[in-house]
């Protein structure tokens, strides 16, 4: 059983910047695959980023890559997601998800979830 905490949202202007964080409690943190998903109001909830439990292998999405970084500290038990160049439509509730053996964009397969955390980018 692995428990996570997202924190690190809120409110910033377009071309900002922002630093998730998902903190994850119970036992064997660092044989996680870890994610980053996000979902904007009345849309589906979207694959952002995806990283091996290792930190060896990262993935995202196609619109994302270049602003957003996927990193994990398994010493602190913590996944991240820097947002660079943050822009309206980034505005969406972002939720950290992890699985045992899953690294993909499929959020049916993740078994372990946040409560997800708010970032509102501003024009």
């Known amino acids: 059983q692995v428990q996570l905490v997202e924190s690190g949202g809120g409110l910033v202007q377009a071309g900002g910047s922002l630093r998730l964080s998902c903190a994850a409690s119970?036992?064997?943190?660092?044989?996680?695959?870890m994610a980053w998903f996000r979902q904007a109001p009345g849309k589906e909830r979207e694959f952002a980023a995806a990283?091996?439990?290792?930190?060896?292998?990262?993935y995202y999405a196609d619109s994302l890559k270049g602003r957003f970084t996927i990193s994990r500290d398994n010493a602190k038990n913590t996944v991240y997601l820097q947002m660079n160049s943050l822009k309206p439509e980034d505005t969406a509730v972002y939720y950290c998800?992890?699985?045992?053996?899953?690294?993909?964009?499929?959020?049916?397969?993740?078994?372990?979830w946040g409560q997800g955390t708010q970032v509102t980018v501003s024009s």
């Open positions: 990283i091996t439990w290792s930190g060896r292998n990262t």
């Open positions: 998800a992890a699985d045992p053996g899953y690294s993909g964009s499929d959020h049916l397969e993740y078994d372990y």
């Open positions: 119970g036992r064997a943190f660092g044989s996680y695959d």
